[in-house]
């Protein structure tokens, strides 16, 4: 232990000279980019064949849809179960910066958390485990309530950023990845892991600033995890990822004559930002899903074009406070441990639930106001962190 203690300081040492001389490097090149390493150019724009989405190679399955994704209650094939069951969950950080847009992956992830990053601008903790995504991004850095977030998804949940908060204090993110035994283990901090896990695609949005353009794929980091940290559905003591996990509760979809009429959903994070960071959650009665708005647009997945959708929208109320670490963009902390209230649509219907976590590893449970504990409709489920105080229009 005091070995493995010490192997985790040095690695976070060198972390640091490396993030300080990334830093440099970009500053003199005159680059926006802040707190990136510097992959080569050259390997910036990558074989589509590997590296991007393309719908005609998808593999259809014909297999019968019998095997239930622990996550989001998704029926699956045996196949894919076979698939997912030699893994573990797999937390990403796609930011959702104006210039990021469209971004891609999102609607692969099996739950999407949304949360002001910092200044407003929102940031999605991407978890994927029951199926792919080629590629996700653009990636961005780690953030302190995201890291407690993950921390519910079983032992040693795989976490792909790039960088992160590091200044001392509550919300020092990389320093609580140290702390946790994460650093060059499950944590996947692209400073620590090699090109062509992580790449820089200048072209897939062009005319972007350089923190834009960094992508990865769930393939390649699973495997990366299997082949470098001996990371599979054990760790390398052979104990399972989900030892403690526990699953939410799931059902079918309500037959369409019990489905409500609640018709839209809208919110803001932060009023000053509203125009830019806007949700709006548009219920399909028809398919029974909820199509997604971002910023008065239609939120596209750039992998395949389509609008971002969901099956159940949950609103956490949580409270929000500075992290006075004096960091110049002002680092945010949420208060996600203990309990609150929230609401929870589905089947075209609201409910007001009440929420409550106990601890960091123990999983976020939701709550009708009668005790029951919430049964989630089979699909996508986006859970979006507002601040204490905040209206949602429904």
């Known amino acids: 232990m005091f070995n493995k203690k010490i192997t985790w300081i040095l690695t976070f040492l060198v972390f640091l000279i490396s993030a300080t001389i990334s830093y440099s490097y970009f500053k003199n090149q005159n680059s926006n980019n802040f ?24 593999v259809v399955d014909n297999e019968p849809k019998t095997e239930e994704c622990p996550l989001n209650g998704v029926l699956y094939s045996k196949s894919q179960r076979e698939k997912w069951e030699k893994r573990r969950p797999l937390g990403i950080m796609i930011e959702n910066h104006t210039e990021s847009r469209p971004q891609s992956g999102l609607s692969f992830a099996d739950i999407v958390y949304e949360v002001v990053a910092e200044g407003g601008i929102t940031r999605f903790l ?6 792919d995504a080629n ?10 309530y995201f890291i407690k ?8 949940p795989l976490y792909a950023h790039v960088g992160g908060a590091n200044t001392p204090g509550p919300a020092d993110a990389l320093g609580e990845i140290v702390n946790l035994g994460w650093a060059s283990y499950n944590d996947l901090n692209q400073f620590s892991v ?5 790449w820089r695609d200048y072209e897939r949005l062009p005319n972007r600033a350089t923190e834009h ?4 794929s769930t393939i390649k980091l699973w495997q990366y995890a299997k082949e470098k940290r001996k990371l599979t559905n054990v760790d390398e003591k052979g104990v399972l990822w989900s030892k403690d996990f526990i699953s939410w509760n799931f059902k079918d979809d309500e037959e369409k004559n019990k489905r409500g009429d609640n018709s839209k959903i809208s919110f803001t994070f932060w009023d ?4 830019d960071y806007k949700v709006t959650w548009a219920y399909n009665k028809e398919k029974n899903l909820y199509e997604r708005n971002n910023g008065g647009k239609p939120h596209l997945d750039k992998n395949t074009d389509k ?5 159940n929208v949950i609103i956490v109320f949580a409270k929000e406070s500075p992290a006075n670490d004096g960091y110049p963009g002002g680092h945010l902390l949420y208060k996600l441990i203990g309990s609150g209230d929230g609401i929870v649509f589905q089947d075209g219907k609201a409910i007001k639930i009440s929420w409550r976590k106990d601890n960091e590893e123990t999983r976020m449970k939701f709550f009708e106001k009668n005790g029951k504990e919430i049964n989630f409709v089979r699909g996508p489920i986006w859970i979006e962190i507002l601040p204490i105080g905040n209206e949602v229009s429904y």
């Not at 590629?135 to 302190?144: D, E, F, K, L, N």
């Not at 000053?272 to 125009?275: A, K, L, P, Q, R």
């Not at 609008?307 to 099956?311: D, E, S």
């Open 135 to 144: 590629p996700v991004g653009p990636v961005r850095s780690a953030r302190i």
């Open 307 to 311: 609008v971002i959708t969901a099956k």
């Open 272 to 275: 000053s930002f509203s125009s």
């Open 194 to 198: 090699p090109f062509p896990y992580f």
């Open 213 to 216: 353009t960094v992508y990865t």
């Open 35 to 58: 707190f990136l390493s510097p992959i080569n150019q050259s390997q910036s724009i990558l074989n589509e064949e590997n590296n991007q989405y393309n719908p005609s190679s998808v």
């Open 149 to 156: 977030i993950l921390q519910e998804y079983g032992q040693y």
């Open 126 to 131: 991407a978890i994927y485990y029951c199926q």
